[in-house]
C-alpha cells in the first residue's frame, strides 16, 4: 500500500485531462496556486498578529 506507482499517475492525469480539457486546466492550476499564496499570506500574518500580542518584534520575511 506505499505510494503509487508511475502507471497509476499517469491514469490519474487522463482523466483529469479528460474532466477539465487540456485548455481548462491552466485555468485551474493558475487558481490553485492563488488559494495556496493567498493561505500562506494569512498564515504569516496570523504568525506576526501572535508576535505582536506577546511583544516580539515583527519578523521581516
Known sequence: ???FS???W???LLIVLLLFG???LPNV???LAKGVKAFKS???DEEN???AKQ???KSLT
Do not use: L, Q, T
Open 1 to 3: 500500500m506505499g505510494s
Open 29 to 31: 492550476m493558475g487558481d
Open 49 to 51: 498578529a501572535e508576535a
Open 6 to 8: 508511475v502507471m497509476h
Open 10 to 12: 499517469v491514469v490519474v
Open 55 to 57: 511583544g516580539e518584534p
Open 42 to 44: 494569512g498564515m504569516k
Open 22 to 24: 487540456a485548455g481548462k
